[in-house]
């Protein structure tokens, strides 16, 4: 009773509302005084103009407009997002304010909700306690992440998984030209975090799911054979599950690590809620990863940029650790983030696998329609899910998902001929693409736009929806009317006119296609040791030269497809063929790029040899 009692509770959040409840005059940062800044304006047209009432009030007629809007053009509303966005209230109808000093003191005021979170944008003060040297509420608030989660330690994140990423990476590299393994399809911020370290970078392959075409992530016997070829590495460092949702079983891969005495590190970002519901995949931690890096933000339910690193067993030197989150995290931490992440914590610890209910019955309503719409076809491993019971609870020997969980969620053996790399599918992650070849899936994304609905990203082939815990029937059902209306006779027209390019791309055949994720080389299973610096290449040593000429050159600049921003060619890296037939590829199919002095890629900067 008192565990359950202590996980009800939200320190964090409940002392920031004491500190708004005390209404103490604020002789500190930050310069809006609790939003004392903007609440005069208020006050001032209120007295002056009865209407403005209403400015303020967040239920205005055209967010109820837009909500009913389902079937018009996503520019529209884009356009009446903005009348009322731009101002803080809803300013069409100029002539209901009257006086124009009036109208002009609301357009600078925040709308109310805004003003009520300032209340509680504070700073470490007597009672806030502080991120860098916890001893009070956010103490408590991380231990009881570590409880939710399964960690023996757990620490709060205001930069996102960056933040996390860039810290563990200073940690084990703990001397210059330390030696990390690391799949090679990782997030960017990892990059950062070996220029930052210093590091030499052995890349690992990842494992390509071959019906799918997308990597997932190196097996067991790649980092093996690194493993022993680079004794003195410093730790292996992997991403799962990938953008789409995809993974495996990350357990041999620990042990081979922790037989070589070295730490597992897991980018988990797109992972938080995993191991804590039955139908999800297993996390990182319950298959013995060292330290976990997870964006609390993307599937659960904490402000952007907040996210945790979780942290276990004797192999992280925790007191490092600790400098280097205070070096790489903002020495003025945003307090309604870290609330955000003690609020997220406690729903899930109090109302456990219940918390996934309405968003899994979301995505269930989902596939049942999707099933009688043939055009468009559902990503799924061949085999089960990898389901764990939430942390905290014993986990059945040899549990399965069920034959009717199974017929549910449509899992066919014909999804892929071999199970090794791809056994777990996040099932909030719904990859779908066009089974006609009409469509590619940038422009199935523009087509869903302009319904209305917007994906997380796409590529070449494939369009992720991403649901959550926050999802509702309501959101599938109209997700399943924007696609009726893209498979019916009456989009056909409007369908071929925007993506003819994309059709004929897509019509080259599955042999070419590539995905923003699968940036690897297809000779060995490892690289050779990159080194990575932060000093910076001398523009006078380095050329353009056009793309297809680049062949062989080492490159001078980082080209980072975006999204899921996953480098696939580094500075100082060798070009090779079937890295510009990637890029090329990418290019002509619309992705963007992150990295690059030539937006188009029709050239790249590359070293003078």
Known sequence: MEHKNKSSRAPLYEALLAYRDSKQRSFHVPGHKNGQAYRH??????????????????????????????EKNVNQKVERFSSVGEHGADLENGEQFGDEGVRSEIELAPVRSFLEMMEMDVTEITGTDDLHHPEGVIQEAQELAADCFGAEESFFLVGGSTAGNLSLLLTVCDEPNSIVLVQRNVHKSVIHGLMLAGARAVFLEPWVDPASGLAVMPSVETVQAAVQSYPEAKGVLVTLPNYYGMGADLTPI???????????????????????HPELPVSALSCGADGVVQSTHKMLTAFTMGAMLHIQGPLLNRSLLRQRLAMVQSSSPSYPVMASLDLSRRLLHVQGANTFMAGLAAVNAFKRGLAELPRFQLLQPAQPLQPEPPAGTAKPAGMSVSAAQQTREGLTAAAMPSAAGYTAQDPFKAVIYDGAGVLSGYGLQQQLEACGCVPEMSDERYVVLLFSLGSTVQDAQHLLQALHHISSADGHEQIQQSNAESSLQLAKGSAHYISTWNNLQETTRYSEPISFTLQPIVETNTINVPIEESVGCRSAEMVVPYPPGIPLVYPGERISTSMVARIQLLRDEGAKFHGVSDASLQSLKVMKE
């Open 254 to 276: 620990a042990e081979v690590c922790h037989a070589a005495g070295i730490p597992l590190l897991v980018d988990e970002a797109h992972g938080a809620h995993y191991g804590q």
């Open 41 to 70: 304006l208020l006050e001032q047209a209120e007295a002056g103009q009865s209407p403005a009432k209403d400015i303020v009030n967040e239920e205005n007629p055209h967010n109820r407009e837009i909500q009913n809007d389902g």
